[in-house]
Structures are given as structure tokens and as C-alpha cells.
């Protein structure tokens, strides 16, 4: 089992920044990729970011230019840093931990942006 830990969410002005950290912890393997999904209301959980054990990372197209992912291995984290945020970026984040026989869910920060 892995156990995640999100931290980091909050309410923030339209053009602010946040960032979201998550901690991994349990039976944690070296190749594995970690992200951030987020949840709006109303809507489905949607991929915001990706990043491997190797640094290869995968955007959505609403947050590319504006959102950075970045981990450290060493530690099993993985930062999420929001800049320019913007209201529709409003959501509950939660952070991922995939290998090829598991999939991990945090359980979720919540973000606000307010116009």
C-alpha cells in the first residue's frame, strides 16, 4: 500500500499562485509516475499533470505555461506549482501515484480562485 499526503491548497485571488506538495510514503518502488488530477464541481476528475521517476513530464492544455510538476525522488514528492491561476482552475486537487499494478489516490486539497 502507499499512503499520500497533500498539503498546500487555499483560497488565492485570479493572477495569484499557490503550490501543492504531496508526500508518498509505504511501499514505494523507484519507477513510478506521479501526478495531479483535480475535481471540479459537477464535473469529472480531470488530469492537470504527470511526471515520471525519469523527469518526463505531461501537461493538460489549460495549465501549460502556467502550472509546473516537480519531484523529488529521494524524498517521494511531488510539487505542484499553480501560477497566473485563474477562476475556472478552481477545484479539489488531489495528488496520484501510479505503478503498473497499483494506482494511488491522495485525499485532495481544495482550491479556490476568486475572480
Known amino acids: 500500500q502507499v499512503q499520500l499526503v497533500e498539503s498546500g491548497g487555499g483560497l488565492v485571488q485570479a493572477g495569484g499562485s499557490l503550490r501543492l506538495a504531496c508526500a508518498a510514503s509505504g511501499k514505494i518502488v523507484s519507477i513510478n509516475t506521479m501526478g495531479w488530477y483535480r475535481q471540479a464541481p459537477g464535473k469529472q476528475r480531470e488530469l492537470v499533470a504527470l511526471?515520471?521517476?525519469?523527469?518526463?513530464?505531461n501537461y493538460a492544455g489549460s495549465v501549460k505555461g502556467r502550472f509546473t510538476i516537480s519531484r523529488d525522488n529521494a524524498k517521494n514528492t511531488v510539487d505542484l506549482q499553480m501560477n497566473s491561476l485563474k477562476p475556472e482552475d478552481t477545484a479539489v486537487y488531489y495528488c496520484?501515484?501510479?505503478?503498473?499494478?497499483?494506482?494511488?489516490w491522495g485525499q485532495g486539497t481544495q482550491v479556490t480562485v476568486s475572480s
Open positions: 496520484n501515484y501510479q505503478i503498473p499494478f497499483g494506482n494511488y
Open positions: 511526471i515520471t521517476s525519469s523527469g518526463s513530464t
